[in-house]
């Protein structure tokens, strides 16, 4: 915004270098991005948007916008928000990662009853209402989101030095798709199976073969190579 009343924008920008037909040649990227490549880049993004909040914690809303040329304000395609209590959503989450519940027991009493590992489990529902461009009813999709505390030997390897500095909660936490509703009716003709994906805070695009997503604190081993 360099012109003072100019068009304004709160949140990040993040642009991509992507070529038109009449643009300069790169070395970067001689391919080029025509209309069809952006529909589909579009349909992709609009698809992972409520998606995006379903193991996140500060994270309550995302907005897919657009902003023509010459425009003074930018147009919503689609906007998602957590819906359901997000008191339930934040205590689900703060349980799960009080470091007292899941680090390693120094004195001898504690370590006597907990030799054994216990699983500590938590769940809750979320619901995510999406607004589309050009539709009457939100869409409203609800999920089972279900949260199981890693046994003591990970528990450990998340205290360790090198990965300490990381704050890695030690938790898998899967979300299964139960409902999706417009309106006041459910909308059973747009419900498919969903496909499972690996989520480390947000969606890898790894697909499981499951019908539901996982999270969890993954990161590559040294020794996988390539």
Not at 28 to 50: H, M, R, T, W, Y
């Amino acid at each position: 915004n360099s012109t003072p009343g100019g068009p304004y924008f709160r949140g990040t920008i993040i642009r991509l270098p992507l070529r038109t037909q009449d643009g300069p040649t790169s070395p970067i990227c001689s391919k080029v991005f025509g209309n069809e490549d952006l529909d589909e880049l579009s349909s992709l993004f609009q698809d992972a948007l409520p998606k995006t909040l379903l193991f996140s914690y500060h994270l309550q809303g995302i907005s897919f916008d657009q902003w023509m040329p010459n425009e003074e304000f930018q147009e919503t395609i689609q906007s998602s928000r957590v819906s359901s209590s997000p008191l339930s959503r934040r205590s689900h989450l703060e349980e799960m990662s009080e470091p007292k519940v899941w680090k390693k027991e120094k004195s001898k009493l504690g370590k006597m009853f907990k030799s054994s590992w216990v699983p500590r489990r938590r769940s809750h529902m979320l619901q995510i209402t999406s607004r589309i461009k050009g539709e009457i009813n939100d869409v409203v999709d609800t999920y089972a989101i279900h949260s199981v505390l890693a046994p003591p030997r990970l528990r450990e390897m998340a205290c360790t030095e090198s990965l300490s500095p990381l704050k890695l909660i030690p938790t898998v936490g899967i979300a299964a798709h139960l409902d999706r509703s417009c309106g006041q009716t459910p909308a059973t003709s747009d419900f498919n199976l969903p496909k499972g994906k690996i989520f480390v805070g947000f969606d890898t695009g790894i697909q499981t073969g499951l019908p539901f997503h996982i999270n969890a604190p993954l990161f590559m081993h040294e020794w996988l190579g390539t």
